[in-house]
């Protein structure tokens, strides 16, 4: 697509948790964080174009000049109320409080919305580490670019439409590699950013952030987490909100599947792909800019 569509498939892996993030300790799954008590994980994504903010966390520093794309964390925080600051020198540049639960993890995000010309605005996206079953991973696609509402298509195929800046779905999905786009939902064509190949490691919850301005550069970034693995069956239930559709092909033609279950499991993907969405919540903030 012609005028402003510019396509940039860049993508930044930050893989989270089994080894190492940035030379901090391991990352905790669902099991691990329950037995922590009273604290939480909680990362901070860096979804500014052309900025390279000092993030602080309730008045501490806890990274400078963060650069887009980069993800900051894990910090673990007690349960309880916290303050999230996006600082460029003197200039503010997003702000937020959110809170934590015992056990829980979150995903800041600090982003535009999709009118560019608003003020950036920090969104928590919960992050569902419940357990999945063996060979599993959790996909998880996010609009939070200054674009109009997106489809999101994998391996080809629709997998959810009208996906609005600061939203959210959720899918369980067999551990592999997965070709990403986000299409205009209104007029198609051309994709925002994509095909990218993420990959889904069974036993993870794997972001995917879709970033930036229509009118410049839109980007993505991909974040891992682990999660715990739990017998055979898959989680009976996932939270969900209240926006867009799921492409029906996908629901009711199991033979659609295919191309994201692969060969055999295509039918057993009928009962374990779940389904969700989940609204955004957002705290405007005064803009740097």
């Known amino acids: 697509m012609g005028g402003p569509w510019r396509q940039t498939a860049s993508i930044s892996l930050m893989t989270v948790g089994f080894a190492f993030f940035l030379g901090a300790a391991p990352a905790l799954a669902d099991d691990d964080l329950a037995a922590a008590g009273k604290a939480g994980m909680v990362y901070v994504v860096q979804g500014l174009p052309g900025q390279s903010p000092d993030v602080y966390v309730d008045g501490v520093k806890v990274t400078s000049g963060a650069a887009v794309k980069s993800v900051v964390g894990p910090l673990s925080l007690a ?3 916290h303050a999230v600051v996006l600082r460029n020198g003197p200039a503010l540049l997003a702000q937020a409080s959110f809170a934590i639960e015992p056990g829980k993890s979150l995903d800041l995000v600090a982003h535009l919305q999709a009118d560019a010309k608003a003020d950036a605005v920090v969104t928590a996206f919960p992050n569902d580490t419940a357990g999945v079953a063996p060979g599993k991973g959790r996909l998880v696609l996010s609009n939070a670019a200054a674009v109009p509402p997106v489809d999101f298509v994998v391996d080809g195929r629709t997998l959810v439409r009208n996906v609005a800046n600061g939203e959210s779905y959720s899918a369980l999905v067999p551990g592999r590699v997965f070709a990403v786009s986000a299409v205009p939902s209104v007029t198609g064509g051309a994709a925002v950013v994509g095909p990218l190949d993420v990959p889904v ?5 794997t972001r995917v952030f879709v970033i930036g301005d229509i009118s410049a550069t839109v980007a ?5 987490v682990p999660v715990a693995v739990t017998g055979a069956a898959a989680p009976s239930s996932v939270q969900t909100g209240d926006g867009g559709q799921a492409a029906s092909s996908l629901l009711d033609d199991p033979a659609s599947l295919g191309a994201l279950g692969g060969g055999a499991v295509a039918v057993a993907l009928v009962a374990t792909l779940i389904f969700g969405r989940s609204s955004r919540r957002t705290v405007p903030a005064r803009s740097g800019r």
Not at 201 to 205: D, I, M, N, V, Y
Not at 220 to 224: F, I, K, W
């Open 220 to 224: 993505a970034v991909v974040q891992s």
């Open 201 to 205: 490691q069974a036993g993870t919850l």
């Open 79 to 81: 349960a309880g109320k």
